[in-house]
């Protein structure tokens, strides 16, 4: 067991999962699963230790006899020899029938440089040995083990790629020479300069490095792991719907709008694709980035094309993008009400969605690149093209014009893969089962995300919203707990609110303010909930920490002044009106004066503590 060379390809089990190889340095291995490539790391000695126990159990060792163009010759050619030797010859050590052998089998193969019975007599001790053909290959000549460079220069020269070499960037090995001739330059004589690596030792030091490790460490962790796997199996489907791949592109034009034609910006395109015929089978077009909001719109389009005479229907799997924003969303509460099954592709990893990524590259190379305002897919093939200042489509247009050009080109084209026109297939495969679809406007009421609300004034309040409807007066006196809200995230302008005592009735509540919600988005509305609380913010910026405590203080201060300011003039007008005329009097200006507004009489010229009020003066009175 001990004896046991781990080597690349090599396949083994733990527990009942299979892994593969993929790279062997002298004290550790880099392995990956099969199945889904994932890269992982073990010791040599942890892998012996494991195998020993059983955990690990080898499935299969690259033959040790490997046929290829450039050693099958002379493995055939050794075999021959040796064959022949052992067959013939009782002691095949012996000089002299060895060589009357070798002079048939050389004349036999026409071998115009036979080997030396030293030679074959090598081949045939080894052969016997290890008792395999193992002897046959041509072994490798193992350079000196040793360190060919002092332990200063060795120790630089692996400082020198860790620090240089593995780092962002594309680092070459002259950069490896220069950094250890600055960093040696004050420790070693100019003699022992001369003696630094040469450019060729680096490189065969550099090439013997695990590539995954020099990826990580130039280009991260998940461009290593993508280059770590292989392609992947090719999904094989059987049967029409079985299985559809669902992805959000950004299109290689920009748009204008049709009102003031400004240049808006580059579109989203959201597609659908049906594997096994390559149907275009959904499709929603937008300025709204990749979330589950959009890949909605394309399930609402996809289960209800079959209505309109279009290739579509309800699939049983779907291959979305992957996100979080699926989780708890309606777009997993209505693909679970039509029970279709969801695998989400693996984040940023194409391979799991190939046919609808081939299809974006189709799309823009067929269309998009041809159309006034495009970006085309690099800055090289832009050249000196204005995209902006040659914009001239809306989305409306934009969105008729691959509407037409996927039903009347690429659906009527002959597919590389299929071999078939993808239309013709279509019909064909579903002439006699016609897929599953819906009405608009039951798919309507099934993609929408339900919200526990509460009816107050036959209103309910979702997302900062609100939605009225007489029926939800009526009800909010019959119910008292909450009810659902079913809200369809690609339109707020109006919910529906399942009646909570009577099994399938729904009430339509419209907005309290249409103008705001008429085709409102989700994403949209959260948008300009964020502009807002944004320009809040910058209001209490310029206000302060504590200003609003300073004038509602300054308010409260205020109206306490005008109480006490109307308080005194009531008090005044009441002695005026009681007899108390020494107010008005010429003689005592110092108290009153000319009395022209009782509102703006003086508080000090009231001596409260003379001044006496009957009992049934209260302050009531006085308000």
Same mark, same amino acid.
């Given at each position: ?5 781990? $080597? ?25 699963? $099969?199945?889904? +490539?994932?890269? #992982? ?40 020899? /040796? ?42 001790? @080894? ?34 790629? #860790? ?17 250890? %001739?600055?960093?040696?330059?004050? !420790? ?18 550099? %090439?013997?490095? =695990?590539?995954?490790?020099? *990826? ?6 998940? !461009?290593?792991?993508?280059? @770590?796997?292989? @392609? ?19 299109? =290689? ?19 659908? /694709? ?23 719109? !394309?399930?609402?389009?996809? $289960? ?8 579509? +229907? ?37 391979? *799991? &969605? ?41 989305? =409306? ?21 299929? +071999?078939?026109?993808?239309?013709? #297939? ?20 099934? @993609? ?11 209103? $309910? ?20 707990? &909450? ?13 529906? !609110? ?126």
């Amino acid at each position: 067991m001990d004896s046991i060379k781990l $080597v690349i390809g090599q396949r083994f089990q733990i527990l009942e999962d299979e892994f593969e190889i993929t790279f062997a340095s002298p004290d550790q291995i880099r392995y990956a699963t $099969v199945a889904g +490539g994932k890269s #992982h790391q073990m010791t040599i000695v942890n892998f012996m230790a494991h195998l020993k126990d059983g955990t690990i159990s080898c499935l299969f060792t690259p033959g040790s006899l490997q046929l290829n163009g450039d050693n099958a010759s002379g493995i055939i050619r050794r075999y021959r020899y /040796i064959q022949n030797a052992l067959q013939e010859l009782a002691q095949p050590q012996s000089e002299k029938p060895l060589q009357e052998i070798i002079a048939r089998v050389a004349e036999s193969l026409l071998d115009p440089k036979p080997p030396s019975t030293r030679t074959v007599k090598r081949w045939i001790h @080894a052969f016997q040995l290890t008792n395999d053909e193992t002897a046959l290959q041509n072994k490798k000549r193992i350079g000196s083990r040793f360190f060919h460079f002092s332990i200063e220069i060795e120790q630089m020269l692996l400082r020198a790629i #860790h620090e240089v070499y593995l780092q962002t960037g594309k680092k070459t090995c002259r950069d490896i020479r220069a950094f250890m %001739k600055a960093e040696l330059i004050s !420790v070693l004589s100019k003699d022992e300069l001369k003696h630094l690596p040469s450019m060729r030792t680096l490189q065969r030091r550099v %090439k013997k490095l =695990d590539p995954y490790i020099v *990826n990580v460490a130039r280009h991260g962790k998940r !461009v290593a792991d993508l280059m @770590a796997k292989a @392609a992947g199996q090719s999904i094989i489907t059987y049967a029409p719907l079985q299985l559809v791949e669902i992805d959000t592109h950004d299109l =290689d034009i920009i748009l204008i709008d049709p009102e003031t034609f400004e240049t808006i910006g580059r579109p989203y395109l959201a597609l659908a /694709i049906e594997v096994y015929t390559r149907v275009i089978i959904g499709m929603f077009i937008s300025f709204y980035p990749a979330s589950a909001i959009t890949t909605l719109a !394309v399930i609402k389009d996809m $289960v209800t094309r079959p209505k309109h005479g279009l290739p579509g +229907g309800i699939p049983a799997q779907i291959v979305p993008d992957n996100g979080v924003e699926f989780k708890n969303s309606s777009f997993i509460r209505t693909c679970g009400q039509l029970a279709i099954t969801v695998s989400p592709s693996q984040i940023r990893t194409p391979d *799991n &969605k190939p046919h609808v990524e081939r299809m974006f590259r189709t799309i823009a190379e067929g269309l998009i690149h041809k159309c006034s305002g495009t970006t085309f897919s690099n800055p090289k093939e832009r050249g000196d093209y204005n995209s902006s200042k040659k914009a001239a489509l809306t989305l =409306d247009q934009c969105r008729s014009n691959i509407n037409e050009w996927i039903d009347t080109v690429y659906q009527r084209t002959k597919h590389s893969s299929t +071999g078939r026109v993808p239309i013709f #297939h279509w019909e064909e495969v579903t002439k006699k089962i016609p897929p599953l679809s819906m009405a608009p406007e039951d798919i309507d009421q099934i @993609a929408r995300t339900p919200f526990l609300k509460s009816i107050n004034a036959g209103r $309910v309040r979702v997302n900062s919203l609100q939605y009225y409807s007489h029926a939800l007066a009526t009800l909010e006196q019959q119910y008292q707990g &909450k009810v659902t809200v079913l809200v369809d995230e690609l339109d707020l302008n109006s919910v529906y !609110v399942q009646h909570p005592l009577i099994k399938g009735i729904t009430i339509l509540a419209e907005s309290t303010n249409p103008d705001y919600t008429r085709n409102l988005t989700i994403y949209a509305h959260q948008e300009a909930q964020k502009i807002k609380k944004e320009l809040g913010i910058a209001d209490l910026r310029k206000l302060g920490d504590n200003d609003d405590l300073v004038a509602l203080g300054l308010l409260m201060k205020k109206i306490q002044t005008q109480i006490e300011t109307n308080l005194t003039a009531k008090k005044r007008r009441w002695r005026i009106n009681n007899g108390d005329h020494s107010l008005t009097t010429p003689e005592s200006p110092n108290k009153l004066g000319k009395v022209t507004s009782l509102a703006h009489l003086p508080k000090a010229s009231i001596d409260s503590s003379t001044t006496k009020l009957p009992a049934s003066f209260t302050s009531m009175d006085m308000e």
